[in-house]
C-alpha cells in the first residue's frame, strides 16, 4: 500500500455521460469518488465492486431466511418423532423429508462457498 501525505492534485474533465458513469460506479460501489479514482488508478479495484451496504442488508435477509428455515426443520422434527412414538409415521413421507433435507443442506453448502468467496474479493481490494 502506498503511504504518506496526498500533495498532488488532479483534475479531469468528463463528458454527461462519462459522469453519469462515474456517479453509477461510486453508488454501486459504495465508495466516495475520490477513494474510487484512487483505487481504479492505481489498480486496486477488483474487477466486481460491492456496495457494503447492499451486501449487508442482502445477507441480513439470507440470514433471517435460514433462521425460519431452521425453525422450520426443527418443527418437522419434532412432529415427525411424535408420529414415529405413535406408530404413524409414513416412510414416503420420510424419504421425501431426507431428499428435501439433502437439497437444503447442498444450498447451504453452496452459499457459504459464495460467501467465502464474497469475503476473499473483500479482502483483497
Not at 460506479?25 to 484512487?38: C, P, V
Amino acid at each position: 500500500m502506498l503511504t504518506g501525505k496526498r500533495t498532488h492534485i488532479i483534475k479531469a474533465k468528463l463528458t454527461d455521460d462519462e459522469f453519469k458513469a462515474l456517479l453509477e460506479i461510486q453508488k454501486t460501489s459504495g465508495l466516495n469518488r475520490m477513494e474510487l479514482i484512487r483505487r481504479r488508478v492505481l489498480g486496486k479495484m477488483a474487477s466486481t465492486t460491492i456496495n457494503i451496504s447492499e451486501l449487508l442488508n442482502a445477507l441480513n435477509a439470507i440470514g433471517s431466511e435460514l433462521g425460519r428455515a431452521g425453525n422450520n426443520i426443527n418443527q418437522l422434527a419434532k412432529h415427525a418423532n411424535t408420529l414415529n412414538k405413535q406408530e404413524r409415521l409414513n416412510e414416503h413421507i420420510v424419504v421425501d423429508f431426507n431428499n428435501l433435507f439433502s437439497t437444503y443442506i447442498h444450498s447451504q453448502q453452496e452459499l457459504e462457498k459464495i460467501l467465502r468467496h464474497i469475503l476473499r474479493a473483500m479482502k483483497s481490494t
